[in-house]
T-cell receptor, first 112, second 115 residues
Framework: GDSVTQMEGPVTLSEEAFLTINCTYT??????LFWYVQYPGEGLQLLLK?????DKGSNKGFEATYRKETTSFHLEKGSVQVSDSAVYFC???????????FGTGTRLKVLA | GAVVSQHPSRVICKSGTSVKIECRSL??????MFWYRQFPKQSLMLMAT?????????EQGVEKDKFLINHASLTLSTLTVTSAHPEDSSFYIC???????????FGPGTRLTVT
């Protein structure tokens, strides 16, 4: 069935370090893929999305490329800031419905 | 555009009482709304899907008589937690899609604490 696998956290980085958070999905159908960010005590905010193979989503310095050959949608940022500390969720649409499937979330902590 | 609000943002209630949470799409018609539950430091768990004017579809394991969902208009869905107990304490998040489906837009969440 449809699923999303996300790397375990927490991830702790120093400010200005390079960030990668891995996300892979099951190759069922033609899902849209998303990264959401959740700050403490808040709801989800869409960070970026990609709707088809080879699309690159980008926002606020974050990027992710929809890789069909590796069924991956890894989140990257070249230089993280303390304000990027949050939980990041990878998600995909499900086949034939409007439902989303979320990964387990990866907590990022950036130290000054 | 595509803003979803929730009310209240926080609520504390006594065990045995009922609590209603509202989810509104402010600038679009939400033909489908979703209700999620999130436990501390965990991912979102889909509870149910509601379509305007029809009964909600609940995910396996979610008690429909305990979590009453009403989607009476294209801009409003409500979740009522009936006879709440401390184990119902959680963060409840709604989302909505427009007439063409696709991307979900998320509300800010409601933190429910049952004492």
């Amino acid at each position: 069935g449809d699923s999303v696998t996300q790397m375990e956290g927490p991830v702790t980085l120093s400010e200005e370090a390079f960030l990668t958070i891995n996300c892979t999905y099951t190759a069922t159908g033609y899902p849209s893929l998303f990264w959401y960010v959740q700050y403490p005590g808040e709801g989800l905010q869409l960070l970026l999305k990609a709707t088809k193979a080879d699309d690159k989503g980008s926002n606020k310095g974050f990027e992710a490329t929809y890789r069909k050959e590796t069924t991956s949608f890894h989140l990257e940022k070249g230089s993280v800031q303390v304000s990027d500390s949050a939980v990041y969720f990878c998600a995909r649409t499900t086949s034939g419905t409007y439902k989303y499937i979320f990964g387990t979330g990866t907590r990022l902590k950036v130290l000054a | 555009g595509a803003v979803v609000s929730q009310h209240p943002s926080r609520v504390i209630c006594k065990s045995g009482t009922s609590v209603k949470i509202e989810c509104r799409s402010l600038d679009f018609q939400a033909t489908t709304m979703f209700w999620y539950r999130q436990f501390p430091k965990q991912s979102l768990m889909l509870m149910a899907t509601s379509n305007e004017g029809s009964k909600a579809t609940y995910e396996q394991g979610v008690e429909k008589d305990k979590f009453l969902i009403n989607h009476a208009s294209l801009t409003l869905s409500t979740l009522t937690v009936t006879s709440a107990h401390p184990e119902d304490s959680s963060f409840y998040i709604c989302s909505a899609t427009g007439p063409r489906g696709g991307e979900q837009y998320f509300g800010p969440g409601t933190r429910l604490t049952v004492t």
